[in-house]
């Protein structure tokens, strides 16, 4: 059970060490959400604090095995370096970055995995409440953007001077589409470093109690799950 004004930073920060850790229920020790009450039990939060921890909690984009809970690890035990970090980045975004020389961006495939909201391809506001400056964070695109020439560094290092980089997609994607799986009804299952199952449905894909599964991806007028 948990203490609302401890729990988000450190919780998430704690189980980003492993991909698939072993947590599964979380309680949260709210008590009261009245003031008064809170204060006369000695308790440390106050309703909003509750609130907040559970919003953020909630969020399926928020895991212990992606970028933003590696980062809030590094926050947390390494302050001199997030003091000196400029970007949040997966390696993907990282890669781009180098190769086109422009400012990072993400496709939001693999924004997923750094907390984007892909209903609105921007980044939550949780993310500030974890201590993550939106501002570390790279330009959200859809994939197949194009984003400039490849630097003569690499031109030169690859034989591939003047190619235009273009932002990408994920593995399990990839996958996706290289099994021709495109259309309204089509799904597949994709094993690498975990177990995916993607496809196309006409409308949000959503658990039995109306919330709508993590990892989902979009493309326009689409909609598949991602993991």
Known sequence: CAEPARLVARLVAALAGGRHP???RLSIGVQSFQEAKLKALGRIHDGHEAIRAAE???NPAIRAGFTVSKAMWVREHEPEKWAATRYVLSAG???LARLSGTAPVADYTNALKTGADLD?????SELETLGIDASKLPTIVA???PLGEVTREFGD??????AI????????NAAQIAAGVVEIGDWVTTIGTGLSIK???????????GARLPGIAQTPGRRGRAR
Not at 120 to 124: A, D, E, H, K, R
Not at 165 to 172: F, N
């Open 143 to 145: 994939p197949g953007t």
């Open 165 to 172: 980089v273009h932002a990408g997609v994920t593995d399990a």
């Open 93 to 95: 975004d990282w890669l």
């Open 157 to 162: 290092a690859v034989g591939a001077r003047g």
């Open 120 to 124: 609105t391809l921007s980044w939550p």
């Open 22 to 24: 072993a947590v599964t």
């Open 199 to 209: 496809g196309i449905a006409e409308r949000r894909v959503s658990d039995r109690a």
């Open 56 to 58: 953020v909690l909630g």
